[in-house]
């Protein structure tokens, strides 16, 4: 680290503590030559994630957008506001994941129905029929029977291991 003061390459740390919710670490510093000192500050470099619209758009991810839209379709809904961010910081993490700095805004909406379905049904429903413009009805009713073959067959595979476990115990 260069001395903003004297220019000399020579530095040591004289002390190191967290700051800004512990995303970086100021350092103070002094230089070895002039012996004045000063702080740094060390931050993880961040590349921005660029989503790209329907209309071919592009703007910055904001996972405060995602956040409102998740509110949005669990008002009124069992789902608590810890659960949301959840949602929210697991979509990001995996997006930031991919490497790419780009991502279309269907495969977040996809990421997030994936996330929310497990947590709430009937906000998965709203969200989706947001998110995937339902145009009529007929689609509306598609998204739902999908839905209920998914309980059914889940629902199918416990009675099965159900019964499964009574026949072993007899």
Known sequence: MKCPFCGY????V?????ANENKSIRRRRECEQCAKRFT???????????????DGSREEFNREKM???????CE???VSLEQLEMIVSEVEKQLRNT??????????GERVMEQLYPVDEVAYVRFASVYRQFKDINMFMKELTEI?????????ILHKAAN???QKED
């Open 164 to 166: 499964k476990n009574n």
């Open 14 to 18: 004289l002390d190191s503590r967290s």
């Open 40 to 54: 740094t500050f060390e931050m993880v470099e961040e590349t921005p994630l660029i989503v790209i619209k329907k």
């Open 99 to 108: 490497a790419t700095g780009e991502v279309a805004s269907m495969e977040i």
């Open 9 to 12: 390459s020579g530095t040591k």
């Open 67 to 73: 956040l409102r839209g998740l509110i949005r379709a």
């Open 76 to 78: 009124k809904r069992p």
């Open 148 to 156: 209920l073959a998914k309980n059914q067959l889940g629902d199918s």
